[in-house]
Each structure stands twice: as C-alpha cells, then as structure tokens.
C-alpha cells in the first residue's frame, strides 16, 4: 500500500470515529440563567402543525388535492356538470382560504426564536385546534363546500349523493361495530351467532353517528348506541356473561355524561336515514 | 507481497472504509454511527430495526406453578377460554376441569415465554396466547368429545379469528376511506388487495385503528396502483408513524380498550348423572 493511500485511509476511519454526530430534528434546548429554552422557527410551527408537510405552500397543496379528491366522490353520481364542479372548486377553496387565514392570522402572533417553556405551552393550545381541524378535513358538516351542495347540485342529483354518502357512511359504522365486536371478544368470547345477531340489531335499531368526533371515541359511541337497545341485546348472553357486558356498556354511557358536561364534540342524533346529510 | 498487490490491497482497503463512511453519513436521525453503517449495510439500525410480522417461537415448557408478572393476565385469559369452551361444546364438570389443567400448565410456559421475549422482541412478536392456549384445548376436546363437537369449538374458534381479520381489514379501509374519498370499485379492490397482505398482528388489537397516525397500513406497493393521481399525492404525504405499543397486555389483545373491567365467572351445569359429550361414554354404549 503506498503511504498516501495510508494515510488517507486514517483519516477516514478517524472522521468515522469522531466525526460530527447526524443532525436531529430535536428542537434545540439551552438554558439561558435557571430556565430551559427552546429555539423555535416559524418553519417548526408549521411542521408541528402539519406534520408531513413541510411548508405552508406544501400543506396549501395537499389541502387542494383533498378537495380534488371530495368533488370526484361528488362527480359519481356521474352527471356533475363542469359549472357545478367549478362552484363547489370555488366553495372549497374558500375553505382552504379560511382555514389558512386563521392559520397565518395564528402565526402573526406567536412568538419565535428563544422561547419558554411556558410559551410554548401556550403556543401549543393555540396550534392545537387549527392541527385537529386540519387533520379532520377541511370540508366538513360545517363547511362552506358542505352548504354549497344541496343549492348546487339538482334535487335528483343531490339524492343521488345523498346515497352515496348514507352508503360510506353504514360502511364506517359497520367496520366499527366489527372493531368493537372483536374488542368485546376479548373479554367475552362471542360464537359466531353472537356476533351476526349483534351486528344485525345495531344496523337494524341505530344509526350512524353524524360524527365521530375525537377518533379515540369512536368504540365508545358503539356501546353507547348498544346501551340504548339493551333490552333487545340481553337475551343474546348469557347470565354470566351479561354481568361483564353491563360493565363494558357502562364506558359507552359515559360518552353521554361527557356530552353534558361538555368538551367533548360528539353528536350522536337517531334520526332517520334520509336526513343523515345536512 | 509485491508493490503491485499491495497496492491492489491498499485500493480495496480505502474501497471499504469509503462504504463504511458513506453508510455512517447515512444514518437515520438521532442513530448513532455503528447504527448507520449497520442500517446501511443490513437494513437494520441499532435499535433492532422495524418489526414485520410475528416471529414463531417454540413456548418453552414450564413448571406448572411457574408464574411471574404475566401469569395473572394469562389467568384471565385462560378464564375467558374455558368459558368459551363450555358455551360452545357444553363440557361437564370433569372435562372442564380437564381442560382448566392443560390450560394452566401451558399458562406457565407462555409466561415463562413472554418473560424471556420481554427485552429481547417487541410484544406484538411475542406468540399469541389466545392461539397456544385454544390450540392445546383443541387437542384435549379432539381426545375428549365426540368429532362432532370438538369440530364445532374448531370452526367457532376459526370464526373467531376470521372476525377479528376482517374488523382490522375493515378498519384500515375506513381510515384510508376518509382520506382519499375511495370509489365503491376501489373499496372492493382494497378490500381483495389487503386481505393478500394480512399481518396477524394487526387484529391483536383494536386500539391500534383510533389513532390514524399509528395504524397499520397495507404496502405502498398494494395500494398505489389502485389509486388515481390525486389520491396518491394525498396518501403519499399522509401521516404515519409506525406502530405503537400501548403495552404488551393490550399489544397482545389481553385486554380490552377499556381496561380491566372484571371477568367471566364460568357456571357450570349441577353435577351430571352421566356426562353429556362423554365420547368414550358413547363408545361404550355401541358396544
């Protein structure tokens, strides 16, 4: 080996070794006296806001592509007419617009560069709702894209939306009941008659929430919406097993003491089928 | 050596030690070098990497009085089982209590198991008790019960897990559903293209689909041809931080969402004159 290529081959074991450590995404702390700091950018802001998207223009462009995709679920009942698609383009973006006004409006205020705990404390329940509303789509039951339809699309074809959506959503509900079936099953081993009669009353006798609210809830609500057809359900256990049942549809009751109380955003309406779109 | 082979030697050396420091710059963040070049060379960090799928491991025998601090969930789970049993195959005082032993000695050998998984793998590879506890019923009812009866626990127990598939099928597609606006075409083509892909992981536990930023999603290789160009953008920047532990008992379907709310007390039927599913009583009266 030649010494050059020897002393080259040091050094790059040496730079192995002890070289810079790889970056983090880690927010820098440093103390400044007795009190932990944190160095915040606006470019962190936004990140912890919208996550994946990296930049405001990023997160602006996902938010439109989101709409693209709600106006293409419109367009099967498949006799959207291109004005229609441009008017309800319109009432999205105006969500969009919105939304990324108060975001920005947000931003204007909130500190930057060496911060406390504290402050970012605060930030934080500030940041917090706008990155829930983001996260649940912008075009929800209160949205202008939401209100726009019934005014834009036919009578007929808006009942053939309507369809569509009371179709996804009995789907979701579906999937739902199942996943809180298969926790159940757990606790109480259901046998495969259990399982097709419970899901056939809940179909049968409930209706789908309007809205799940906070995700983590969404079990909850499925044994809240069973603690309201007990009596149908009671025959399906038995003694022993009904005792456990109770406990479990107790956690759903709690889901109605929480409503009362407020601070949660949960709405569960019976109410029939044809008017489950607003 | 000559001056031409060491000079070919010198050449691989640096070759090598390139690679080497090329994969440590390659570390993911927060890893440290060994973690990089490992990550590199193997796909496999410092930390052990990301899990896939559950691994198959041999559950240890056990005394059948071994416990530790896995054997009272493990109980209650045996609890469940043998109530389980009961309702489907309606078992007499002795064959439940047949039953209950078997189940207890295995009980010791997967807590004696998940003891050792327990630094070593993530407990959603940890083998699945529900399995290994039915698994060994299975064998006792096959010795016990007419066939008959013992293929009726087989089937319900195969319906079981079927369920518990198609909610996890079934919630995946919700989530993706809520993010893409999926046609009714591409929900049913989702649905065949997961059902490919099932992982036995993802049915443990149900928790998992309430925090969309830690459910399990299938293949991006599964979904994306399924999707249009729009949908893709959507999916692509979604989300996901991989799986989360909420702690073996729930990683492991011990227990429920809602915690430990109590258990099943097994009734069983008033001592019997004769036993009911007695298969060598049965026997015995054909001869």
Known sequence: ?278 | MSRHSKRRMGGWLLAAVSVLWIGSYGAACGEDRIGGVMRFLFGRGAGGGEARGVINLVVEDAPADFENQFTPLLNKLLSAELHFAHKVCQLNAEQVARLKEVGQVKVAAIAKTYGQQRNQHQSSEWPDARDLLTAAFQEQLDALLPAETAQRYREEMAARRLARDAAAREMILVLMDRRLSLTPEQYTQLDGAISGQRDASWSRNMQMFLYEEYAPMPDDSVVRPLLSDRQRDIWASRTNYGRISFGWEQDLGLMTPWGDLGDIELELPAAQAEPANDATQEAAQEE
């Open chain 1, 1 to 278: 080996m030649s010494s050059h290529s020897l002393i080259l081959t040091v050094c790059m074991l040496g730079l192995i070794a002890f070289g810079p450590a790889s970056p983090t995404r880690a927010q820098a702390l440093v103390m400044v006296g007795n009190e932990q700091m944190i160095e915040m950018t606006r470019e962190q802001l936004v990140q912890n806001v919208f996550r994946n998207q990296h930049s405001l223009a990023d997160a602006e462009r996902h938010a439109a592509s989101a709409l693209a995709v709600q106006i293409d679920f419109v367009a099967l009942i498949g006799t959207l007419r291109a004005g229609q698609r441009d008017q309800l383009e319109l009432a999205g973006q105006g969500d969009i617009h919105r939304y990324f006004s108060d975001f920005e409006s947000y931003l204007a205020t909130a500190p930057t560069g060496q911060i406390t705990m504290q402050q970012w404390n605060d930030i934080w329940q500030g940041l917090q709702p706008l990155q829930a509303r983001y996260t649940a789509g912008l075009h929800g039951r209160d949205s202008l894209f939401r209100k726009t339809l019934p005014t834009t699309l036919d009578e007929d074809q808006f009942a053939a939306y309507q369809v569509l959506e009371q179709q996804r959503s009995r789907q979701h509900y579906q999937a739902v009941i199942k996943a809180t079936l298969a926790a159940i099953d757990g606790k109480i081993p259901l046998t495969t008659a259990q399982r097709e009669q419970i899901l056939r009353l809940m179909l049968e006798k409930t209706r789908p929430p309007r809205s799940y609210g906070q995700s983590y809830y969404q079990y909850h609500i499925v044994l809240y919406q069973m603690s309201t057809i007990e009596a149908d359900l009671k025959p399906l256990f038995a003694e022993n097993e009904w005792e456990l049942m109770q406990k479990i549809l107790q956690q759903g009751r709690m889901i109605e003491h929480m409503r009362q109380r407020g601070g949660v955003e949960l709405e569960i309406v019976e109410e029939p089928e044809e008017n489950l779109i607003q």
